[in-house]
């Protein structure tokens, strides 16, 4: 089995303001992903990575950035936060070309004052 | 693109009483898989039931659901809800791309109530 860990778990952040997420997962899985959960929008896929050094935008890229530092770890920044935003950041990895479900985090719940 | 509609965004339903969460989707020919994921209170989001072939009844935890590609259709049935039940559920659809990576594409979710 393995594990993947989000931080820090909750952000608080001003306008404007760039703030960093982290994920590390042990699970030896090439591909990483980041989500943005909204209450009634469902997960809305921000950036994947297939391996170390990779980025793929996804649906919701504008307005973040990422960096894959390794293949353990993940990193999403919100480059401005945005005044009032609340929402849930989750990571995912799954394995590349093999697997086609991902086993998610527990998420960085930001909200922006 | 690929979409996922989920008509309810909140069900409630009596302890022993059957459950029924509507899922349909629109995909092109690179949906390789169905999801139902559920994501309890506080917690991540994990695998319910997963499947990719027409017509074929997948099991889990109580829950079933049967992919109609005729239908595109994955609905998520209970015959008899239990209190630890109450959840948010998600329906989505992997697709792969020339990468080899999987993307999954999610519903807006469905919050499931069981009450007493």
């Known amino acids: 089995g393995g594990i993947i860990t989000q931080t820090p778990k909750f952000l608080i952040g001003q306008e404007g303001q760039k703030l960093t997420l982290k994920c590390q997962q042990n699970?030896?899985?090439?591909?990483m992903y980041w989500y943005r959960q909204d209450s009634g929008k469902g997960l809305r896929l921000i950036y994947y990575?297939?391996?170390?050094?990779?980025?793929q935008k996804g649906d919701l890229s504008e307005g973040y950035d990422a960096s894959r530092e390794k293949k353990s770890s993940f990193s999403l920044t919100v480059t401005s936060a945005q005044k009032n935003e609340m929402a849930v950041f989750l990571c995912?990895?799954?394995?590349?070309?093999?697997?086609?479900?991902?086993?998610f985090g527990p998420g960085t719940r930001l909200t922006v004052l | 693109g690929d979409s996922v509609t989920q008509t309810e965004g909140l069900v409630t339903v009596t302890e022993g009483l059957p459950v029924k969460l509507n899922c349909t989707y629109q995909t092109t020919y690179l949906t390789i898989a169905f999801f139902w994921y559920v994501q309890y209170l506080n917690e991540a989001p994990q695998v319910l039931l997963k499947?990719?072939?027409?017509?074929k009844r997948t099991e889990h935890q109580g829950f079933h659901a049967t992919l109609h590609k005729s239908s595109s259709s994955f609905h998520l049935q209970k015959s008899s809800a239990q209190l630890s039940d109450s959840a948010l559920y998600y329906c989505a659809l992997s697709d792969r791309g020339a990468e080899g990576a999987d993307r999954l594409t999610f519903g807006k979710g469905t919050q499931l109530i069981i009450q007493p």
């Open positions: 499947s990719s072939t027409d017509n």
């Open positions: 699970f030896n899985h090439d591909t």
């Open positions: 995912a990895s799954s394995i590349l070309g093999v697997s086609y479900e991902q086993y």
């Open positions: 990575s297939i391996t170390e050094n990779d980025l």
